[in-house]
């Protein structure tokens, strides 16, 4: 299941918020060459690696030649152990692995928040953009202040993709645009840990007193290629998140025109599974009114296919592009930037928008 191996750390890469990224010689094993690879420390779990270190490695992820993964990731650096921290918070994240995180939640006894969430009955009408993939994040955040460029907020990350939301360089680099970061469920390193998405949604609220929740797993979708077999299946849940605590749903429309499998050109079956059969509660969904012209047509029938339950609405794009290009990130989905999928850069930027717009006014 894991395929262990230790190296020797040989220069440090650099890093960014609870990551060292390091270069590393790979030890050999009987049949197998010794190798040189990018190493991945999360320094709260580990410790922070330097050059000389002999660290132990899972090296799953280099053999299995994934993209957005494909680190060594380092489990220990075993002669030089960090010290223990002493932290109030007794949730565990990453439950009965061998790296399981003690985190404190908002909602535990502990917490200096837990009186508040307890108390908070409804989420007042928020928006709550909900969408498929992690690179979604950018492009709806650019969509809310192209349009509200004042207001605030919140990233919910839950934990269909990476677990430590250290691993998101986006995340880290949009970070000053966030009026906080929740972890939810098994995923955690948030601003705010939360046991579930519906306490993190109402801590998004009045902990970090967001206008606006944008709800989406971390990097490191997992599919099937089947009906039911993805991670973005949580969409749906969250949809239904919001509406039970009194929030808006908005469903972003995950749509492809770069997408070589037909499953996933014009509107991914990810999105046409997750609202038309797990949402069970009405949303708002935005439609761009950009569209490939050769992807239009299949598109308008694959929306006449949801719900009446969910309200579609036209959303006018123009400005969008500009405001994805001014990010301090480089966009990209599946490794196609803006000029391979742009429409599906512009219907997440569109929710973000459509978002901003129908947010209530703090006084």
């Not at 060459?33 to 132990?56: M, Q, T």
């Not at 919910?156 to 970070?175: H, K, V, Y």
């Not at 029938?301 to 990010?327: K, N, T, Y």
Request: include cysteine; hydrophobic fraction near 45%; proline fraction near 5%.
């Amino acid at each position: 299941m894991i395929r262990w191996r230790y190296g020797t750390v040989t220069g440090v890469r650099g890093g960014w918020r609870g990551c060292t990224e390091l270069e590393v010689d790979v030890e050999a094993r009987e049949g197998e060459d010794a190798f040189a690879c990018r190493g991945l420390a999360y320094d709260e779990l580990v410790g922070v690696p330097e050059v000389g270190d002999r660290v132990l490695l899972n090296c799953n992820a280099i053999a299995k030649g994934l993209g957005t993964g494909g680190y060594a990731l380092v489990v220990a650096v075993p002669d030089r152990l960090p010290a223990d921290v002493d932290e109030p918070g007794h949730i565990v994240k990453a439950r009965y692995t061998p790296l399981q995180a003690m985190r404190l939640a908002v909602d535990e006894d502990d917490s200096p928040h837990r009186a508040a969430v307890e108390a908070c009955e409804d989420l007042g009408g928020m928006p709550v953009v909900v969408a498929d993939l992690h690179s979604a994040l950018a492009p709806v955040l650019a969509g809310i202040h192209a349009t509200v460029p004042e207001a605030r907020v919140a990233y919910i990350m839950t934990d269909g993709g990476s677990l430590p939301a250290w691993f998101s360089r986006q995340l880290d680099q949009l970070s000053d645009r966030l009026c906080t970061t929740v972890t939810a469920g098994q995923c955690f390193g948030g601003d705010l840990e939360a046991t579930n998405v519906h306490n993190a949604l109402i801590a998004a609220r009045v902990v970090g007193g967001a206008d606006i929740a944008i709800v989406a797993q971390g990097p490191g979708n997992l599919g099937t290629g089947t009906v039911w077999g993805f991670s973005g299946t949580a969409a749906g849940e969250a949809v239904n998140a919001a509406a039970v605590l009194g929030g808006r749903p908005v469903a972003s429309l995950r749509i492809s025109e770069g997408d070589a499998r037909e499953r996933h050109r014009g509107i991914s079956h990810h999105s046409m599974t997750a609202y038309a059969k797990v949402a069970l509660a009405s949303a708002d969904v935005p439609v761009p009114d950009e569209l490939p012209a050769d992807l239009e047509g299949k598109i308008r029938r694959q929306l006449a296919e949801l719900p009446e339950r969910h309200r579609q609405i036209e959303i006018d794009c123009s400005g969008l592009v500009e405001a994805m290009e001014a990010l301090p990130v480089k966009l990209s989905t599946m490794g196609r930037g803006l000029d391979r999928d742009r429409v599906y850069f512009i219907a997440a930027a569109a929710a973000g928008r459509h978002a901003a717009q129908i947010a209530p006014r703090r006084e």
